[in-house]
């Protein structure tokens, strides 16, 4: 967690395609699936439309999404890059059948345009595919449908420049959406870890440590990038414990596509801690 932007969402960030797929979508993988390691594909049992199979759907799929492919971007080479990017579109197909499977009629339309999309991006590495309007509408049709029809816990957390606001001191266990605003003049993230059991260290004295020291220390659970004046929805699932919510993003960065060369906000308040009880 170091003062460097080299974290697995950065690394994300760096490899393009798979920073948005990851960031944008609550419903695109899964530790489900048979590839070359092994591994069972989930059974898709759910009828389609099922509400509560379509939500535990998403959710898990959203939980296995933000870890990512098996590869850093920043020092893999393209052909071992795109290896991994195959096995980790490999292991996202079950999902993407079992969201489509279960998906409600209201949300139906929506679900086929991103998973045609996320199929198409990784096929193909264009990863504008994700960042067009037709994309965008789709993910906040999804986001809106699940805030109104899950059930889960939600928080309205806002960014400014640079600190976050509206993170409550405590939040109940379980799934929690994650609405997050950004109302600040540079883009901003909210990046949710689990600070280990045990570990009596703050989050400023962990990110303070080298990454590899600190990540011994600290589990990402997920996250969300909001550009200036705009916002996204994130689903977490979150055991009892100490978390951290933090922004990498460099000072100066005001869109995805360019990463400034200022220091990480984290460094200039941009981190918060809370309870999960």
Not at 192 to 221: K, Y
Request: charged share 25%.
């Amino acid at each position: 967690m170091h003062t460097s932007t080299s974290t697995t969402i950065r690394r994300w960030a760096a490899g393009g395609a798979t920073a948005v797929l990851l960031a944008a979508l609550p419903a695109c993988g899964s530790d489900g699936g048979t590839d070359e390691a092994g591994g069972e594909s989930p059974a898709s049992t759910s009828a389609a439309g099922d509400v509560e199979a379509f939500c535990a759907a998403a959710v898990e799929a959203e939980s296995m999404a933000s870890q990512g492919p098996a590869v850093d971007f920043e020092t893999a080479s393209p052909e071992e890059i795109q290896a991994a990017v195959t096995e980790f579109g490999a292991r996202l197909e079950p999902s993407l059948k079992e969201v489509e499977d279960t998906a409600p009629d209201e949300v139906r339309d929506d679900v086929e345009t991103l998973t045609g999309m996320i199929r198409q991006m990784l096929e193909t590495g264009d990863d504008t595919l994700m960042d067009s309007e037709e994309a965008r509408s789709a993910d906040a049709g999804i986001d809106d449908y699940m805030l109104d029809s899950c059930g889960y816990e939600q928080i309205e957390a806002t960014a400014v420049d640079y600190e976050f606001e509206g993170i409550p001191d405590t939040v109940p266990g379980g799934t929690v959406a994650v609405t997050f605003a950004n109302e600040g003049e540079e883009m901003h993230e909210i990046g949710i870890a689990r600070i280990n059991d045990g570990v009596t260290a703050s989050a400023e004295e962990l990110l303070a440590m080298p990454e590899e020291q600190a990540m011994t220390m600290a589990t990402f659970t997920g996250g969300a990038f909001a550009p200036p004046g705009g916002s996204d929805t994130t689903f977490l699932e979150l055991q009892p414990g100490r978390y951290a919510a933090i922004c990498f993003v460099p000072q100066g960065t005001t869109d995805m596509e360019t990463m400034a060369e200022g220091a990480p906000h984290f460094t200039l308040g941009m981190v918060s801690e809370f309870t999960v009880e």
